[in-house]
């Protein structure tokens, strides 16, 4: 573990309180202790700025903590412990850009219409960094995944928002592996972060940071820790950006911004390692590609024991919670989404209360258009989760394949126990085909051409697409 890391986990660990001035010799914000009354009494603020952390590809089960049994992610598990982690939280698909449209817009992929590889996000909707930025907030979006490039409407809101560039290759480099090519990773998003930081720090900002090392399976030597598998190779690449995270939380720390700043850390999906013969994602939605992270951690460190969340929670909900936070109106229309705040669960596991009684009926939801990366529509694949119940529905020619899992008897969703539970599973049923047929919410989606430069950059991916003739 290098010196900076193990440095910062201790100080972590310690609980000491953190003073630093920042680059604009901002007055520095105190990172204390707080309570219940803290979380309460954050919409009162005027001085927070809000960290929105992507980690694309990333599963909830292959981090420590959640309880992995091999320390994948050691910095995530120390921000679970100060803050709050989402233990039951889905994305609503298993590709990249119909999940992150639902996250933006807390609606559901049919209702947000961005199903489709040519899809976009249309302009009537109204994104976070728009209603951050009419807040007096700066917007900053850094990405590397280019389904959520500004083409398809992803930039919208931002001040800036760009692809960083990537680092220069040295020359020993170069002599030592001459094939070596100088393709971004997640450093890039960081130096490009800390640079804002350093210019802009000083007034409320919003910073997303979309990482794509998990995704890409990057990792090096120091975090080569698991074995040379390609599920290792997974894990490698989780301990990987989770010491990225850890320096450039660090950086952040060290210029007094914990005391007021609210981070979020998520995914968009997950990852498949055969355990039902599929690899990789955008292909189906059972848990393994739509069971996600989700930790939040205020501005103060939460004292006593962790607040873990177990009710089912959503992509879908963040946004209307950290809008709730923030004492900030939501969007026109948002009262008609399929998010929900989830800040009376936050504030009763904080008080040591129970759940809310909605939250044991909230039901999370999945969509993916198999087809999505033809011109030609094909059939859906969708997934209704309500208590420890997951229906997933495939649908085809032939009619749809449905399954039924139990998590409380199946930890793993592997077993099928739809043949014994007709009953349960026409009532998800009905529900389920019901969510998938919903209309979009802004009317017809948009579509964009791409030509064959953005096609191949997507292809770069790992992801199969037609040329820009359509074969």
């Not at 489709?116 to 249309?122: G, L, Q, R, T």
């Not at 990987?240 to 998520?266: K, Q, S």
């Not at 873990?308 to 900030?328: A, F």
């Not at 539970?421 to 919903?438: F, P, Y």
Request: charged share 25%; with cysteine.
């Amino acid at each position: 573990m290098p010196t900076a890391l193990a440095a910062l986990m201790l100080l972590w660990i310690s609980g000491l309180t953190v003073s630093c001035t920042d680059a604009n010799n901002a007055k520095p914000a105190i990172w204390m202790d707080g309570d219940v009354s803290d979380i309460e009494a954050l919409s009162t603020r005027d001085d927070l700025n809000v960290l929105f952390i992507l980690v694309d590809t990333l599963r909830a089960d292959r981090l420590s903590a959640y309880g992995y049994e091999r320390d994948t992610s050691p910095t995530l598990s120390n921000l679970a412990r100060l803050g709050v982690r989402f233990d039951r939280h889905m994305a609503q698909s298993s590709w990249t850009k119909a999940s992150m449209a639902s996250l933006w817009t807390s609606y559901n992929p049919t209702r947000t219409g961005v199903i489709n590889f040519d899809d976009i996000i249309p302009e009537a909707a109204t994104m976070p960094a728009e209603v951050l930025s009419q807040n007096g907030f700066r917007t900053v979006g850094l990405y590397r995944n280019g389904w959520v490039s500004p083409k398809f409407g992803f930039g919208q809101g931002f001040d800036v928002y760009t692809r960083p560039a990537p680092m220069k290759v040295d020359l020993e480099a170069f002599h030592k592996n001459p094939t070596l090519q100088p393709t971004a990773n997640d450093e890039d998003v960081v130096k490009s972060a800390i640079e804002f930081l350093r210019v802009d720090g000083g007034q409320p900002w919003f910073l997303y940071m979309h990482l794509m090392d998990v995704h890409e399976y990057t990792y090096d030597e120091s975090s080569a820790s698991f074995g040379g598998s390609y599920s290792d190779v997974y894990d490698n690449s989780i301990l990987w950006t989770d010491t990225t995270l850890d320096l450039f939380l660090g950086t952040l720390l060290d210029r007094g911004f914990f005391g007021n700043t609210l981070i979020v850390i998520t995914s968009d999906h997950g990852e498949a390692f055969r355990e039902r013969g599929l690899e990789g994602h955008a292909r189906f939605v059972f848990k393994e590609t739509t069971e996600v992270p989700l930790i939040l951690l205020f501005p103060f460190r939460l004292t006593g024991d962790p607040i873990v969340i177990e009710s089912r929670t959503r992509n879908v909900d963040i946004w209307p919670t950290l809008y709730d936070l923030l004492g900030i109106e939501a969007p026109d229309g948002l009262d008609d989404a399929d998010g929900v705040s989830l800040v009376p669960e936050i504030l009763a596991a904080a008080r040591g209360e129970a759940a809310p009684q909605s939250s044991e009926e909230r039901e999370g939801f999945a969509h993916l258009l198999r087809g999505w990366g033809k011109q030609e529509i094909q059939d859906p694949t969708y997934a209704l989760a309500k208590g420890s119940l997951r229906y997933v529905a495939i649908e085809g020619e032939q009619g749809a394949v449905e399954h039924l899992f139990d998590s409380s008897e199946d930890p793993s969703e592997l077993n099928d126990v739809a043949p014994q539970r007709s009953d349960q599973l026409e009532k998800l049923r009905q529900r389920a085909v019901g969510m998938a047929n919903r209309e979009p919410a802004w009317g017809e989606p948009e579509a964009r051409d791409l030509n064959e430069l953005e096609l191949n950059q997507l292809r770069a991916l790992g992801y199969a697409l037609p040329g820009a003739d359509g074969r």
